[in-house]
């Protein structure tokens, strides 16, 4: 199985901070990765596809880049809105997420 | 974007078995990989697995034991069979699409299940 292993777990920013995410594969994913934003009792919300992809809709200050093993989710000057918790997913081989990251206010 | 819902009973007694039916509009369930995923109650998300074709599945190695995906194309639903639950199963089950090289890009809203 591939392991996904997410950094930080919790991470405290304010409002217009540059945010970064990184995930790391246990083994080469290609460029197989998606990164998904939750927020409390709601549905994941898709945000990148294939490392780097911006799903439809989703504010260009969100980037994702990497390819291979080490993968970063960028949020660039941090909104209200973005205040949430982050996952990754390889889907190079069936699928894994990593454990989350909680982008709290500090 | 397709439409899920997940439907089946928000409790299961110990050592039973957990049913869940997705059903789906909006697509049909012979193409694209139909997931299910959980979240125990403050944790984080597990891909428990996925149908394709109508009939091929893949499960995540920790479950694979427990676990079984079937479709039903008359209906266009998928389910989701999990046998003898503990408590350790108690989580949010989500349904989800998968769009090959997208990832899971429509979700169902997700439904609780408790093991009592």
Same mark, same amino acid.
């Given at each position: ?106 | ?50 149908? %394709? ?5 893949? !499960?995540?190695?920790? &479950? /694979? #034991? ?6 039903? $194309? ?18 949010? %089950? ?5 769009? !090959?090289?997208?990832? &899971? /890009? #429509? ?6 299940? $408790?093991?009592?």
């Amino acid at each position: 199985d591939i392991q996904m292993t997410q950094s930080p777990s919790t991470l405290s920013a304010s409002v217009g901070d540059r945010v970064t995410i990184t995930c790391r594969a246990s083994q080469s994913i290609n460029s197989w990765l998606a990164w998904y934003q939750q927020k409390p009792g709601k549905v994941p919300k898709l945000l990148i596809y294939k490392a780097s992809s911006l799903e439809s809709g989703v504010p260009s200050r969100f980037t994702g880049s990497g390819s291979g093993t080490d993968f970063t989710l960028t949020i660039s000057c941090l909104q209200p809105d973005d205040f949430a918790t982050y996952y990754c997913q390889q889907y190079s081989l069936y699928s894994t997420f990593g454990q989350g990251t909680k982008v709290e206010l500090k | 974007q397709a439409q899920l819902q997940e439907s089946g009973p928000g409790v299961v007694k110990p050592s039973e078995t957990l049913s869940l039916t997705c059903t789906v509009s909006g697509a049909f369930i012979s193409s694209y990989y139909w997931n299910w995923i959980r979240q125990p109650p403050g944790k984080g998300l597990e891909w428990i697995g996925y149908i %394709y074709n109508s009939g091929n599945t893949n !499960y995540n190695a920790s &479950l /694979e #034991s427990r676990v079984t995906i079937s479709a039903d $194309t008359s209906k266009n639903q998928f389910s989701l069979h999990l046998t003898s639950v503990t408590a350790a199963d108690t989580a949010v %089950y989500y349904c989800a699409r998968h769009t !090959y090289g997208i990832g &899971l /890009e #429509s979700w169902g809203q997700g439904t609780l299940v $408790t093991v009592s």
